[in-house]
């Protein structure tokens, strides 16, 4: 109780000088370098560009000028820390960590760094826009063990676009000369295509299936805390030719997921296939809660690959229908399409229209259908995407196939969208004028739930709820309800946000997890747009 009015007693004294620390561009906060540290002086100047930390009425023991700040990481599991990240000295990044007493000062720092790191000073009048428009471009390739081609031109357009995730599978070649290995010809050849003005974020390999991601380096600094992981799905479910490989991070206030993945091979494979996707979202755990999957953590999850779904017709039939570019027919019997009809994988994403030819199997060297093996031409390289319910829509600007690299005998694909992403300038007007007094709740009603699928031991199951979210201190849990497939939690759900203003809780949302209580095992996951509670 005493460290929670402490930290309510500093709360009020930032909201109180506020309009004051405006008007001077210059703003003061209390902060630590250790968790449990005394709490020192950590301000913000606008007018001379740095931020200062040392003890009150003191001269600053550190002072980070702006112009060597790339970064500030914000880590999602720790929702009161800070990383203030700058240059590489001698190899070594130079970086500052401090802690807030609240997550609610520690979102307000951010908020007036966002402002003196874009050069936005003195603070406006009017807040400018909440979000910003990232472009970003994705593309796969099943690269059939082959190196690249000269020129990488015709398929990842250079200099278009703020980032590129690019998903390679049978990625596994002699390195050429100047290179240690496969992976680093690859990246580096990538890289080197989209030129100067470009940064390596992340990479991440499992054997051939490989996923890099890159951005302008302008915006550097607003892209943090990155994650990566694996899965492995091939012979005995571990063995990586076949699998999936994601790269996570944040651009501003706006979390995406990238997936790139090799399903099963084969015309009759499809069960392994709709199982390699689950196996895939189960075992790669990153994002804000590693407990919880990938479907239910990020703002935008992009799914990239030669998933391998093939068109159920004879060959020559569909051979027929490519030369008159008849696709809807020959989309009626494409296997993904219709097991995301029936809503057996990948429900709820969407994927833009098919308005160019099978992308496989061709001969090397050129774009006639192969003979070899008498295999059907089908779409088995595609690029979807999902999105959490009540995060600001995705726009997909083009869909196709560049078959003029012809190395492999699949035609690389690619897809761009239009990303609005939420940038860190929540509520810091309002509060200049109407600072809040009383403290934000959130109430859920009338939780219930319905034909649970009981344990196959017991036959009934002892459910309950557990609720969280990156702005709460702690999960909440309800009570259990025993031997019950049909529970009723009743009376309310009380949530305590770290942060309660409205324009902050628009754009956030609640992750629900069901557990058997007994049987100590999760029974399901959901995600609940809180501006749909809001009405």
Same mark, same amino acid.
């Given at each position: 109780?005493?460290k929670?009015?402490?930290s ?6 930032y ?14 906060f209390?902060a ?6 005394? +709490?020192k002086?950590?301000?913000?100047n /606008? ?7 040392g003890k009150h ?11 060597e700040?790339?970064?500030?990481v ?5 929702n009161?820390?800070?990383f203030?990240?700058?240059?590489l000295? /001698?190899?070594?990044?130079?970086t ?5 007493p ?5 979102e307000?720092?951010c908020?007036?760094? @966002?402002?003196g790191l874009?050069?936005?000073?003195p603070?406006?009048?009017?807040p400018?826009?909440y ?5 970003v471009f ?13 020129? %990488?031109h015709?398929?990842i357009?250079p200099?278009?676009h =703020?980032?590129y ?9 002699q390195?050429?000369?100047g290179?240690?290995?496969?992976d ?5 050849t990538?890289?080197?295509h989209l030129g ?5 974020i ?8 490989k996923?890099?991601l890159?951005?302008r380096r302008?915006? %550097?600094?607003?892209i ?5 992981s694996?899965?492995a799905?091939g012979i005995?479910h571990?063995?990586?030719n076949?699998?999936?490989v994601?790269i996570s ?6 979390s995406m ?8 091979a084969h015309?009759e494979k499809?069960? #392994?296939?709709?199982?390699?996707? @689950? ?6 755990r ?8 990938? /479907? ?6 992009f799914w990239?690959? #030669?998933?391998?779904?093939?068109i159920?017709?004879f ?6 229908l490519?030369?008159?570019?008849n696709?809807?027919?020959l989309l009626?019997?494409d296997?993904l399409?219709k097991?995301?009809e029936?809503q057996?994988?990948?429900s709820g994403?969407?994927e833009g229209?098919?308005?160019f030819?099978?992308?496989?199997k061709?001969d *090397?060297g050129n *774009?006639v259908?192969?003979?070899e ?6 779409w088995?390289d595609?690029i979807?995407w999902?999105? %959490?319910?009540?995060? +600001?829509?995705?726009?997909q600007?083009q869909y196709n196939a560049? =078959?003029q ?7 690389p694909? @690619?897809?761009?969208?239009t ?14 004028m ?15 739930? @319905? ?5 196959k031991?017991?036959g009934t199951c002892d459910?309950?709820l557990?609720?969280?979210?990156n702005?709460?201190e702690e ?9 019950n497939?049909n529970?009723?939690w009743?009376g309310?759900?009380i949530?305590?946000p ?6 902050f809780? %628009?754009?956030?949302?609640l992750q629900f ?6 049987a ?5 996951q959901?995600?609940l747009?809180l501006? #749909?509670?809001?009405?």
């Amino acid at each position: 109780m005493e460290k929670a009015r402490k930290s309510k007693h500093i709360l009020e004294n930032y909201y109180r000088d506020l309009e004051k620390n405006t008007l001077a561009n210059t703003f003061v906060f209390d902060a630590s370098r250790k968790k449990q540290g005394k +709490l020192k002086k950590i301000e913000i100047n /606008l007018v001379e560009l740095s931020v200062r930390y040392g003890k009150h009425n003191q001269k600053p023991k550190i002072i980070i000028p702006f112009k060597e700040i790339l970064q500030c990481v914000k880590p999602k599991l720790k929702n009161r820390k800070l990383f203030i990240v700058g240059p590489l000295v /001698l190899n070594v990044q130079k970086t500052h960590k401090f802690y807030f007493p609240t997550m609610e000062l520690r979102e307000r720092f951010c908020e007036i760094m @966002y402002f003196g790191l874009q050069g936005i000073t003195p603070i406006p009048e009017q807040p400018p826009e909440y979000t910003q428009q990232v472009r970003v471009f994705i593309g796969t390739w099943n690269m059939g063990d082959a190196p690249p081609p000269p020129s %990488l031109h015709d398929w990842i357009p250079p200099g278009q676009h =703020d980032i590129y995730a690019i998903g390679v599978q049978e990625c596994n070649y002699q390195p050429r000369s100047g290179y240690s290995s496969c992976d680093e010809d690859w990246f580096s050849t990538v890289l080197h295509h989209l030129g100067d003005d470009y940064a390596k974020i992340a990479s991440m390999h499992l054997l051939k299936i490989k996923v890099c991601l890159f951005a302008r380096r302008e915006h %550097l600094h607003k892209i943090h805390s990155v994650q990566k992981s694996y899965e492995a799905t091939g012979i005995g479910h571990v063995y990586g030719n076949k699998g999936g490989v994601a790269i996570s991070l944040e651009f501003y206030e706006t979390s995406m997921c990238f997936v790139a993945a090799h399903f099963a091979a084969h015309q009759e494979k499809l069960e #392994d296939r709709n199982s390699n996707y @689950y196996e895939i979202i189960e075992g790669i755990r990153i994002g804000k809660k590693k407990n919880a999957d990938i /479907l239910h953590q990020f703002n935008h999850i992009f799914w990239c690959g #030669d998933l391998n779904y093939r068109i159920d017709m004879f060959r020559e039939e569909v051979l027929s229908l490519i030369a008159h570019k008849n696709f809807p027919k020959l989309l009626r019997a494409d296997q993904l399409l219709k097991e995301r009809e029936k809503q057996t994988v990948f429900s709820g994403w969407h994927e833009g229209p098919l308005n160019f030819s099978p992308t496989y199997k061709y001969d *090397r060297g050129n *774009r006639v259908y192969a003979e070899e093996k008498n295999r059907t031409p089908s779409w088995c390289d595609r690029i979807l995407w999902k999105s %959490l319910p009540g995060s +600001l829509p995705v726009t997909q600007t083009q869909y196709n196939a560049a =078959d003029q690299l012809t190395t492999s005998d699949h035609s690389p694909v @690619y897809a761009t969208f239009t990303v609005p992403v939420l940038q860190p300038i929540y509520a810091h007007f309002t509060h200049i004028m109407s600072p809040p007094h009383e403290p934000c709740r959130i109430a859920l009603y009338e939780l219930r739930g @319905y034909n649970l699928v009981p344990h196959k031991d017991s036959g009934t199951c002892d459910p309950y709820l557990e609720v969280a979210a990156n702005y709460l201190e702690e999960t909440v849990s309800t009570a259990v309800i025993n031997r019950n497939c049909n529970p009723a939690w009743g009376g309310a759900v009380i949530i305590k946000p770290c942060i309660g203003t409205y324009s902050f809780l %628009l754009h956030q949302h609640l992750q629900f997890r069901l557990f058997d209580h007994d049987a100590n095992e999760e029974m399901g996951q959901c995600v609940l747009a809180l501006k #749909d509670g809001f009405g």
